[in-house]
């Protein structure tokens, strides 16, 4: 069933049935890795809760001001210390605490941002993380997306990252499932609301100076994309009627490995 929600809690998204791209990435690892995900088993990490900071603190920052708190620093070596911290983790309980390091880093990152005109210009009008529901038509399957910004012309996502240059981010593109994200997401943006859309990033530095960059997805990548996202759902149906979920090596073989192309491109000598 098609259908848009607007102001759905994340927790509520995310707890959902419905496959997700974030889904799709750990099924293109294997079937197991996939299960593990959905019983709710992955840690988040570090990276991915300052990842979730940094998408508030630029896109929704009243969810921000209620989900994290920047966390003053106590002496707990003293009595007096210990009993101030103790009453600042039970006032705040329920945010993610930041320090005031981490603080700076979200206001530079944010400055970055709006200082890069297609950055600024893409952020201008829209909505944030807008949760749309279909069925994908070959599978059968019920699907979800909760893009970053929908705006008339597209879709974008924020993304903090080590480096935005052109040539390191494309590497991240496809070491982290981005081309199939961005393939998924214009998919279930036509199947939803009939509209075709390009799908863009901003990225963003996580050390100084911060740079910004912003790129489109090209449609070779859209096309690679949505063949790894068709090929894994196709994956994820047969693991469902067969009930099961196998990991690397199905038949539990024993295969013969290689160095990596790029470890083995050198002459040997005879």
Same mark, same amino acid.
């Given at each position: 069933?098609?259908?848009?929600?607007?102001?759905?809690?994340? $927790? =509520?998204?995310?707890?959902? *049935?419905?496959? #997700?791209?974030?889904?799709?990435?750990?099924?293109?690892?294997?079937?197991?890795?996939?299960?593990?995900?959905?019983?709710? =088993?992955?840690?988040?990490?570090? $990276?991915?809760?300052? %990842?979730?900071?940094?998408?508030?603190?630029?896109?929704?920052?009243?969810? +921000?001001? !209620?989900?994290? =708190?920047?966390?003053? !620093?106590?002496?707990?070596?003293?009595?007096?210390?210990?009993?101030?911290?103790? !009453?600042?983790?039970?006032?705040?309980?329920?945010?993610?605490?930041?320090?005031?390091?981490?603080?700076?880093?979200?206001?530079?990152?944010?400055? *970055?941002?709006?200082?890069?005109?297609?950055? $600024?210009?893409?952020?201008?009008?829209?909505?944030?993380?807008?949760?749309? +529901?279909?069925?994908?038509?070959? =599978?059968?399957?019920?699907?979800?997306?909760?893009?970053?910004?929908? +705006?008339?012309?597209?879709?974008? @996502?924020?993304? *903090?990252?080590?480096?935005?240059?052109?040539?390191?981010?494309?590497?991240?593109?496809? #070491?982290?499932?981005?081309?199939?994200?961005?393939?998924?997401?214009?998919?279930?943006?036509?199947?939803?609301?009939?509209?075709?859309?390009?799908?863009?990033?901003?990225?963003?530095?996580?050390? $100084?100076?911060? #740079?910004?960059?912003?790129?489109?997805? #090209?449609?070779?990548?859209?096309?690679? %994309?949505?063949?790894?996202?068709?090929?894994?759902?196709?994956?994820?149906?047969?693991?469902?009627?067969?009930?099961?979920?196998?990991?690397?090596?199905?038949?539990?073989?024993?295969?013969?490995?290689?160095?990596?192309?790029?470890?083995?491109?050198?002459?040997?000598? @005879?």
């Amino acid at each position: 069933m098609k259908r848009i929600v607007r102001n759905l809690p994340n $927790a =509520t998204y995310h707890s959902g *049935s419905e496959i #997700s791209h974030s889904g799709i990435v750990q099924l293109l690892r294997s079937p197991e890795h996939y299960l593990q995900y959905k019983n709710g =088993t992955v840690e988040p990490t570090p $990276a991915m809760e300052f %990842g979730s900071a940094f998408h508030n603190f630029i896109l929704e920052p009243e969810v +921000f001001a !209620k989900e994290f =708190t920047l966390a003053p !620093k106590f002496d707990k070596r003293t009595k007096e210390g210990k009993e101030l911290g103790a !009453k600042w983790d039970e006032n705040n309980a329920k945010k993610s605490p930041l320090t005031g390091e981490q603080m700076d880093t979200l206001a530079a990152m944010r400055m *970055s941002v709006f200082n890069h005109e297609g950055a $600024a210009k893409l952020l201008r009008e829209g909505e944030a993380e807008t949760s749309l +529901f279909w069925t994908e038509e070959y =599978t059968g399957l019920p699907c979800r997306i909760r893009p970053d910004w929908m +705006f008339s012309r597209g879709l974008a @996502d924020l993304k *903090s990252c080590i480096t935005a240059g052109r040539d390191g981010f494309s590497k991240a593109v496809a #070491s982290l499932g981005y081309d199939v994200q961005a393939a998924f997401y214009i998919d279930g943006m036509k199947a939803v609301t009939g509209k075709t859309v390009n799908f863009y990033f901003i990225a963003v530095e996580k050390s $100084a100076p911060f #740079s910004t960059a912003c790129y489109m997805a #090209s449609q070779e990548m859209v096309k690679v %994309g949505r063949a790894k996202y068709r090929g894994a759902l196709e994956l994820l149906k047969w693991c469902q009627d067969n009930n099961s979920y196998p990991g690397y090596q199905p038949g539990g073989q024993i295969e013969t490995i290689d160095l990596p192309r790029w470890a083995a491109n050198f002459d040997l000598e @005879d």
